[in-house]
Structures are given as structure tokens and as C-alpha cells.
Nanobody, 116 residues
């Protein structure tokens, strides 16, 4: 079973950048679709971006043009580059792994705070 560990969160000023990383265990990482989700206080968890096993990407409208998801199958890693951060991007960010429509695992989350 795949296990996921996120890192790279922190405090950043509006307009700044952060790069989140998600390390996955397991030997079939390349088969998984990977996603980044976020959950702000009092709100539901929402999709930020995802990437298929073939590298096709999808973004929430709120982050298009600012965030970039990528993956490195040799290193079992998925990344989320976040630029032009806004206070409304503040949330706990989670990565997940899915096979088809079935979510196989969630990470523990990493806090991103955008504030001056």
C-alpha cells in the first residue's frame, strides 16, 4: 500500500512562492494518479490540482496560471509549485494517490499560511 508524506509548507507573504513536495512509498508509483487538495478552516477539502499517470494535469480555476503540479516517477515524488500566493490560499495541503476512481492514500498534510 502506498504511503505519502508531504513537506514544504510554511509562512509566506502575499505574492510569494512555495514548493510543496509529496514523497510516496511503493514500487508502482508511476501507475497512480496524484492530486493536491487543500482544506481551509471551516471549509470542505477541495481539489487544487491533479496529474495522471501519463502526466496530464488539471487545475482548480482559482489556481490556474499560478500553481504547477509535476511528478518525478524515478524519485516517487509529486510537487506543487505555488506562485503569486494569496491569503485565500491559506490551508492545509494534502496529497493523495488514486488508482482509477479509488483513492488509495492520503498524506498527513502540510500547513501553508499566506500573510503579511
Amino acid at each position: 500500500q502506498v504511503q505519502l508524506v508531504e513537506s514544504g509548507g510554511g509562512l509566506v507573504q502575499p505574492g510569494g512562492s512555495l514548493k510543496l513536495s509529496c514523497a510516496a512509498s511503493g514500487s508502482i508509483f508511476s501507475l497512480y494518479a496524484m492530486g493536491w487538495y487543500r482544506q481551509a478552516p471551516g471549509k470542505q477539502r477541495e481539489l487544487v490540482a491533479d496529474i495522471t499517470s501519463r502526466g496530464n494535469t488539471n487545475y482548480a480555476d482559482s489556481v490556474k496560471g499560478r500553481f504547477t503540479i509535476s511528478r518525478d516517477n524515478r524519485k516517487n515524488m509529486v510537487y506543487l509549485q505555488m506562485n503569486s500566493l494569496k491569503p485565500e490560499d491559506t490551508a492545509v495541503y494534502y496529497c493523495n494517490a488514486a488508482l482509477g476512481s479509488r483513492v488509495e492514500a492520503w498524506g498527513q498534510g502540510t500547513q501553508v499560511t499566506v500573510s503579511s
